[in-house]
């Protein structure tokens, strides 16, 4: 059912609007926190009011849309439009929430080998004719589900925890993906008490390696499986340090935040004794 | 007789697959049998490092299929155990190095050296996954009680089911206080879910990330909790008997609420 | 007159003669003191003399019998096959007539320290033959290669195909301005330049050195086709593994030389040893 609206909907071609920045989200390494960063940055810029569209390119495993809540509303994804059963505009996902924000999904029962790569490179281009910003949620791994996936994109997010095995297929993927306009690093999962403990590699440690611009360090939260599993993204709950973490981040890529990403610390006597009695930080 | 040819797969990334494999091959050396590790995550090779044996390689998979070494070249020994052998994945190389059926052969080859062959699955279900399915006769899914893994796995059953392979499910990463607090979904529930019989249920441990970075196998952690658990696997997975152990949560009230049996 | 000279705890043993000739002077000059020496090491400066190698145990036997241990010898290149096969180190070539160094004892901390540093003889007879089929398919493609200009990264992996020039065919040295990601190789028949890191995962393979002004942190192969006087340097030495001709070393724990530093065969291993006390011996240039 299409909703009624008085100003051009955000992504309908009759807004006219300056070129779209596409971004891929990826890592190498699966469960680094790739699909939770989409949903949590694309959901934090659309809350500035910029038209922003997610797409889910993990054909046959996806999850972008759980992670949003919003699997209720799919109806159509990636496969449909490209295969020309329906119209860009029809598969769409609006998010009641957050009304600039529109998700593309991802079919669940097809293969990453179905997706042509020109024909995905020509889709994110022309979203970024509609929207301000194109975040492509990329799967694990460096076969063709991620070719396909960095096809259209001009710049590069790495979501890396700090851990050697993630640390290396970061690498990998960085030299993959050769010359972007931008390939910038977000540390995810921090544990600070780990890292002072020596048991843990620090920001540094990570980036010694990878070489990369700090976009933002995350630290590990229990509230983030809480929120996936809920599909109720950080970014949405004023309360949550995750959250705000992701909108400085978001502020970062618009270029309205200036800061330098702060490293989180361990926690105060105080704080531990919080969490142990229950209770969510 | 020959070894027994067994996958661990996911779908999902990041739940785990790599410190199974590593660790519950290595519980089944420590127990005398003769195990050989395959990495099949061509292009994204871990399970050296999680073993620390990476500066030991130096052919691997894709070098034996090529025919550019012997088999035996390939394998490492880990010389901790009295009979535990990688055989590594190229790192400079991706998975349409080799096709299903190179696969196959190369671990068809391992059958006379060894009992157990583990093969280490990448996560997704492209090419990689469908080269290290076709090497397997037997499959362990590994998930964690999170509602994307959990679908990622049912995707993975699927598959597996359509080749025919037994399957056997470990959920790894359990946290029982967010068990008891309603935040995650119990052992139970995944179970329903998948539909699949239970090997082994593994809680989430802070100890795992500093061995895995160190290449130190859990089950060589003196007293470590983890450790007795892969070893509980191993013996399931040999065809014992074996209960499952209570996982408590922390904190006073852990044991006075009924926990989910588990181990 | 071929000399023997006592320095530190060791021997100098310079000869300036036909090898033979000067093996009958060497044991008339011990037999005037036969017990003199037992027990001492020692190195021996052969200038430009050459020799084969019944000369050379010819030698070593002599000085044997006088309960002297030869260790190394310094001369003309073509000695260093020779001395390889009896398991003497070669000390590259010596200035003039005097007498070669020995190494100093700064130098043989750092070999202490770099026990750490063992050699693993792998069976390479499959590397052999890999080696052997790069090299075939190598000088088959230089001929189409001649004006190619580097190819842009490919999918999976880097390889940039060596240009050769006009200069003595198959030695060129092949220069790269940027970091190695993982994954990514470069192959040259010749040696390798690289400025910026080689991440862990990365790979360099060279039939001459390796040069890495940054942090070596993947695999290197120096003397890739066998040549056991190649060497591997580098701004940081922590290599995953260090290849040089058929040896093989992986650094034990953490344990690694900082700051720049040399890799190179000394005896039966791959030493590691700080610039500052490393032996350049002596390697032709050709730009």
Same mark, same amino acid.
């Given at each position: ?281 | ?29 420590? *127990?005398?049998? *003769? ?147 309603? =935040?995650?979904?119990?052992?139970? =529930?995944?179970? =329903? ?71 | ?287």
């Amino acid at each position: 059912m299409r909703e009624l609206q008085e100003d051009p909907a955000p992504g309908s071609s009759s807004a006219p609007r300056r070129r779209g920045r596409a971004i891929v989200v990826t890592s190498g390494k699966g469960g680094v926190g790739k699909t939770t960063t989409t949903a949590n940055l694309g959901t934090a810029l659309a809350l500035t009011g910029a038209a922003v569209a997610l797409i889910d390119a993990d054909v046959g495993l996806r999850n972008l849309d759980i992670v949003l809540g919003l699997e209720a509303r799919v109806r159509n994804h990636v496969l449909d439009v490209l295969e020309g059963r329906v119209t860009l505009d029809d598969a769409l996902v609006t998010d009641k929430r957050v009304p600039t924000l529109r998700l593309l999904a991802a079919a669940q029962t097809r293969e990453k080998d179905d997706v042509d790569t020109e024909a995905m490179r020509a889709l994110v281009d022309s979203l970024r004719d509609r929207f301000d910003y194109v975040l492509i949620d990329c799967p694990a791994g460096i076969e063709k589900g991620f070719t396909n996936a960095i096809g259209g994109a001009d710049e590069a997010i790495i979501v890396c925890t700090p851990e050697v095995a993630a640390v290396r297929d970061a690498d990998r993927v960085v030299g993959l993906l050769g010359n972007r306009t931008s390939i910038k690093l977000i540390v995810n999962r921090l544990r600070p008490d780990l890292v002072r403990r020596g048991k843990m590699l620090s920001v540094d440690d990570v980036n010694a390696i990878l070489r990369l611009p700090l976009l933002g360090v995350i630290a590990d939260e229990p509230g983030v499986i809480i929120s996936t599993n809920k599909g109720e993204p950080l970014v949405l709950d004023d309360a949550s340090a995750t959250g705000a973490a992701y909108r400085a981040i978001a502020g970062r890529i618009a270029g309205t935040d200036t800061s330098t990403p702060e490293i989180p610390l361990p926690p105060t006597l105080f704080q531990k004794l919080g969490s142990f009695f229950g209770g969510r930080r | 007789m020959s070894a027994r040819r067994i996958v661990l797969t996911s779908g999902k990334g990041g739940v785990g697959k790599t410190t199974a494999t590593a660790n519950l091959g290595a519980a089944l050396a420590k *127990r005398g049998k *003769r195990v050989i590790l395959v990495d099949a995550d061509i292009g994204l090779r871990n399970l050296d490092l999680v073993l620390g044996l990476e500066k030991r390689i130096v052919f691997d998979l894709v070098e034996v299929v090529e025919g550019r070494c012997q088999l035996r070249q390939a394998l490492i020994k880990d010389k901790r155990f009295q009979s535990l052998a990688i055989l590594p994945a190229a790192q400079t190389r991706d998975k349409t190095a080799v096709s299903e059926t190179q696969f196959a052969e190369v671990v068809a080859g391992l059958d006379e050296l060894c009992d157990y062959v583990l093969i280490d699955c990448p996560a997704g279900i492209e090419h990689g996954f469908r080269n290290a399915v076709a090497g397997a006769a037997e499959a362990i899914v590994v998930t964690t009680p999170e509602v994307s893994a959990i679908r990622d796995a049912d995707r993975v059953i699927g598959k597996l089911n359509e080749r025919g392979l037994p399957i056997r499910l470990i959920v790894n990463r359990i946290r029982p206080d967010m068990v008891r607090t309603g =935040d995650m979904m119990s052992v139970d =529930d995944v179970v =329903d879910i998948l539909g699949v019989k239970l090997l082994g249920m593994i809680p989430d441990d802070e100890e795992v990330i500093d061995t895995t970075n160190r290449g130190e196998p859990i089950v060589l952690v003196p007293d470590s909790h983890l450790g007795e658990i892969f070893e509980k696997i191993a013996r399931r997975l040999e065809g014992e008997n074996v209960a499952f152990t209570t996982l408590t949560a922390p904190g006073f009230f852990g044991r006075l609420f009924g926990q989910r049996k588990a181990g | 007159m071929s000399t023997i000279r006592g320095r530190g705890r060791s021997l100098e043993i310079g000869i300036d003669r036909a090898l033979a000739a000067a093996t009958v002077e060497i044991r008339g000059q011990l037999e005037e003191r036969p017990a003199f020496f037992r027990g001492s090491r020692a190195v021996a400066n052969f200038g430009l003399v050459e020799t084969d190698a019944a000369g050379l145990v010819a030698f070593r036997d002599v000085l044997a019998d006088f309960g002297i241990t030869l260790d190394a010898v310094s001369g003309v290149e073509s000695l260093a096959p020779l001395l390889a096969q009896l398991d003497l180190a070669y000390l590259g070539a010596a200035p003039g007539g005097e007498v070669a160094a020995i190494p100093r004892p700064r130098a043989r901390r750092s070999l202490a320290l770099s026990n750490g540093v063992r050699p693993l003889v792998a069976d390479f007879a499959g590397a052999r033959a890999d080696l052997a089929a790069r090299r075939t398919e190598r000088e088959a493609a230089a001929l189409e290669r001649r004006t190619a200009v580097a190819t842009p990264v490919a999918s999976a992996g880097v390889t940039i195909p060596a240009t050769p020039n006009s200069a003595p065919a198959g030695v060129s040295t092949l220069y790269h301005r940027g970091t190695l990601r993982g994954g990514q190789t470069l192959h040259n028949l010749g040696n390798i330049i690289v400025i910026g890191d080689v991440n862990p995962g990365a790979e360099l393979i060279a039939s001459g050195d390796v040069v890495v002004f940054g942090s070596l942190r993947g695999v290197a192969h120096a003397g890739a086709q066998g040549d056991p006087s190649a060497r591997v340097v580098a701004l940081e030495l922590a290599p995953t593994q260090l290849r040089i001709a058929t040896m093989i070393a992986a650094a034990d724990g953490d344990a690694g030389e900082s700051g720049p530093a040399h890799a190179y065969i000394l005896g039966d291993r791959i030493a590691i040893v700080p610039h500052a006390a490393a032996d350049l011996g002596r390697r032709e240039v050709i730009v």
